[in-house]
């Protein structure tokens, strides 16, 4: 009826204009997410395969025998790397099969064979892609590819990850990339392109990389929350066990998550692992495989048992590297720690017994080596293929007996003793410890459900109090504050002063505050705030870090890894992130630092407060639909929580004038001592920079008290203070400087001066520059983790290729390097590269596979 149908039209306008005028002048974050739920709904599978398929594992190939594999441990996930710029080397024209570790179509293909899931992350944009300046790219140029992708793929793909690494190193060789800001207009515009074009793939974040504790929190403070589905995170803790960091992390990231809402979103473990063997990996890393599968449980337990963690993919699956679980090529030199002969092998001989003690780091180590060899099969003894018909184990050793000897027409030969013995498993392919110990895991714990959940070990406990940090809001000058930093009173976050850093030559430049004590094996929280001049070189960045000593004052650990900021778009920004202490903490410094590039930066209002990191036994929420919290979501403003105002701790002097060079203390009232101080002893003096020098002495007594320290630079009296050290910035570099110190007591007696001691400040540093590029293989793509070197100044330097293929050599003084390039297998290749000042030579390598 026309009537009722103009009507309905007449709704719809009205509707439409609706949701307009909301859009315009609605600032509530919980609002917004509602309506846009409304237009791009939750993957309708994203609930049921949430815990039921928990399992998976990465690989650059997925050919048949690594799909097979996956098949017989039962992990359900492929995790593939989609590179941008071999798919679309030439705007607009796309490669969807090319060659090595780059061919979707056969992915894709495989699969759907094996019954698998796939999640792609996408990364490394193209040169004609990317921001002017920056390794992201242009977010509708990437927005543009996902949409491609996926119409190439669809129905296909389950899971998008938006980029690589953005923290570390999927952003080399641009290192302010690192600073969330930058990507986080390319996740929301990924976003948005993925759910229109199919709202079933779910869309999580860049892996995290390497503890980047504080760069979650910026993602929602900034205005990323609702532009992912999950939390994407890589854990690569080296040779340390994981018990030391993994559930202090994930409970960290939970927390976050919870704080801005998102209690309801899971936490995807997309990279971890470690590496037997040296291999494409550090050598300085090498775990024992027994170490490997107790690390691997002990990941997959916790992950399980957290009720939040609901993706795990083993790094790496197959192929020959340190990590992989199945070894594509069964080499010696790589399949370290297997069994070896108990007595020597004659050639007439049909068994043999193998010792399943192994030497590691000149310790014996014993494994049951031979636990998941089959029953029959095949051994390689040097060069000799030697079949088996039976295995018995005792006292530690495996007798294996009807030998069958000279298969595969190798010779028969007799072999030493001591000779490691190799078992072939039937295939080509070898599978190592871990692969058991990862089948093993799923098949006992096919599905994740919440009768499994329980309360996380191994999460340090929240500090009993605050740690006092004095002066913490630069109201009272200089006070307590040490190195390359002045007060200024025109900019301030809170107040009306905060702290300067100028960096005018690219290095570290920095100042601390005087070490305070803190509690060991705890947890804190960590906040401030920093503000960058814009008109600097735009490559500084501006970071509160801490360092975690002993009472001795030996270094032990520092923070926060990989978390930085180089952008506050000319105004104050927050920094935030925990950090814990080791068990043998007794103090901490905090430092101002700025880096990689000149410029001026201010700091203000630092706190670091005890972090509760307990949370309640989980129950895992059947869907991620976000509840709103009684907590207002911030708005997407780098200041939009601000802290409140810190109190700095109360002194017993006056405000101090804000002086670089001197912090006077009142004039003392004499009442009736007489009696000097004792003099200072054991002055020592070093120069830390071309522009610091630092004091420390024994301290003096004196019968009623000893108020202070007069500290003396060639004969002119330069510092006041109360404490037995000091740092004396703004010196001139290669200059000589003599200090004496003398001691004052309440009364205004002064002792005698002390020893005197001179240092020279080192020469000014010298701007460098960088070699970056990427390592490609003749054969297959890139060589992720190869070995990069070369000297400099006559001491040997190296780095190691991520995972991309992608190296840097830093710091380098401008000259011309001959820089060697590495890769077992591979003939090394030596190149002469120029490197200029602040500049990076990029350089691509490829190695040439022996024959």
């Known amino acids: 009826m026309p009537n009722q149908k103009g009507f309905a039209h007449l709704f719809i306008l009205f509707a439409a204009l609706g949701i307009i005028v909301f859009l315009l002048v609605s600032s509530m974050a919980p609002f917004k997410d509602k309506l846009f739920s409304f237009l791009y709904p939750k993957p309708s599978s994203f609930a049921e395969s949430i815990n039921t398929e928990p399992y998976g594992v990465n690989d650059w190939n997925w050919i048949d025998d690594s799909m097979l594999g996956m098949q017989e441990m039962g992990a359900k996930w492929m995790r593939v790397m989609v590179n941008w710029s071999s798919i679309e080397a030439t705007q607009g024209t796309y490669n969807w099969s090319q060659g090595a570790n780059n061919n979707l179509d056969f992915y894709f293909n495989q699969a759907q064979k094996y019954g698998m899931k796939i999640s792609a992350s996408v990364y490394n944009a193209p040169a004609w892609a990317k921001q002017p300046g920056l390794s992201e790219p242009q977010p509708d140029l990437y927005a543009n590819l996902l949409k491609a992708f996926i119409q190439k793929y669809p129905g296909k793909i389950a899971a998008i990850e938006i980029l690589n690494e953005e923290n570390t190193g999927g952003c080399w060789p ?19 392109a993925v759910k229109s074009a199919d709202p079933n793939i779910i869309v999580t974040t860049s892996g995290l990389w390497a503890n980047p504790t504080g760069y979650l929190e910026d993602l929602y403070l900034m205005g990323a929350k609702g532009s992912f589905d999950a939390v994407n995170f890589h854990y690569y803790p080296g040779k340390n066990a994981p018990s030391g960091s993994y559930t202090w992390l994930i409970s960290h990231f939970r927390k976050v998550m919870e704080k801005y809402g998102d209690g309801d979103k899971p936490i995807w473990l997309t990279e971890f692992g470690w590496n037997i063997t040296d291999e494409q990996q550090n050598a300085n890393n090498i775990v024992s495989p027994q170490e490997q599968s107790d690390y691997m449980s002990y990941v997959l337990d916790k992950s399980m048992k957290s009720g939040f963690v609901n993706k795990v993919f083993w790094y790496d699956h197959h192929g020959d590297d340190g990590m992989t679980l199945i070894h ?45 060899w089959p029953k029959d ?14 295995l018995t ?15 595969g027409s190798t010779t028969v030969v007799s072999h030493a003793q001591d000779t490691r013995v190799l078992n072939l498993d039937l295939t080509a392919n070898f599978k190592r410890q871990a692969f058991y110990t990862y089948k093993n895991f799923i098949q006992a714990n096919p599905t994740w459900s919440s009768s499994q959940v329980a309360t996380l070990p191994d999460v340090p406990p929240p500090a009993s109090a605050a ?88 270094y032990l650990t520092g923070g926060p890894s990989n978390y930085y900021i180089y952008d506050t778009e000319g105004t104050w920004r927050e920094v935030h992130y925990p950090f814990k202490t080791p ?41 991620p639909t976000p509840t709103p919290t009684p907590t207002p979501t911030p708005t997407p403003s780098p200041t939009s929580t601000p802290l409140p105002t810190p109190t700095p701790t109360p002194t017993p002097t006056p405000t101090p004038t804000p002086s670089p060079t001197s912090t006077p203390l009142p004039t003392p009232t004499p009442i009736g001592d007489t009696q000097h101080p004792t ?34 630079r060639n004969s002119v009296k330069v510092a006041t203070i109360t404490t037995t050290s000091y740092g004396d910035a703004n010196l001139l570099p290669s200059a000589t400087y003599s200090y004496f110190v003398k001691a004052f007591d309440k009364a205004g007696n002064i002792s005698a001066s002390s020893n005197t001691a001179s240092a020279t400040t080192k020469s000014p540093p010298q701007a460098t520059g960088a070699i970056s590029g990427t390592v490609f293989s003749s054969v297959s793509g890139v060589l992720k983790r190869a070995t990069i070197s070369t000297l400099v100044n006559g001491s040997r330097r190296s780095v190691t290729a991520n995972s991309l293929g992608v190296y840097i050599l830093s710091n380098l003084p401008p000259a011309t390097y001959s820089v060697n390039y590495h890769y077992s297998g591979y003939q090394d290749q030596k190149i002469n590269v120029t490197v200029n000042s602040a500049q990076t030579t990029t350089k691509n390598v490829t190695l040439i596979k022996r024959r």
Request: proline share 5%.
């Open 328 to 372: 594509t090529t069964n080499n010696y030199s790589w399949n370290t720690l297997q069994p070896t002969l108990v007595s020597s092998l004659g050639a007439g001989d049909t068994s043999l017994v193998v010792s399943n003690t192994t030497v590691k780091n000149g310790a014996p180590q014993t494994a049951d080596w031979t636990r998941n």
């Open 467 to 554: 740690i006092p940090l004095s002066n913490a809001g630069f109201e009272s000058g200089i006070t307590d504050w040490l190195g390359s930093l002045t007060i200024d009173s025109t900019q301030g976050h809170s107040g009306t002063s905060s702290a300067k850093v100028v960096n005018t030559t690219g290095a570290v430049v920095r100042g601390w505050h005087q070490a305070v004590p803190v509690e060991p094996g705890k947890s804190y929280f960590i906040k401030g705030w920093v503000k960058i001049d814009p008109a600097g070189s735009g490559n500084m960045n501006a970071m509160i870090t801490v360092d975690a000593q002993d009472a001795s004052g030996k």
């Open 174 to 192: 641009v290192a302010k990339c690192r600073d969330s800001i930058y990507y986080i207009p390319v996740l929301k515009s990924a976003y948005q």
């Open 393 to 407: 184990s005792a006292n530690g050793n495996t007798t294996v007996s009807g030998l069958t000897r000279g298969a």
């Open 377 to 390: 099969g095949v051994l390689q003894v040097d060069n000799e293929k030697i079949g088996y018909t039976s």
């Open 583 to 623: 068990d043998n903490a007794g103090r901490l410094v905090v430092y101002l630092s700025t880096d990689t590039g000149t410029g001026t930066a201010w700091f203000d209002d630092i706190s670091i407060e005890p972090y509760d990191l307990s949370i309640p036994t989980p129950t895992p929420t059947p869907t």
């Open 679 to 712: 003099v200072p002893t054991n002055v020592l003096v070093v120069a830390i920079s071309s522009s610091q020098i630092n004091l420390s002495w024994n301290p003096s007594t004196d019968n009623v008290g000893v108020a202070g320290y007069d500290i003396y």
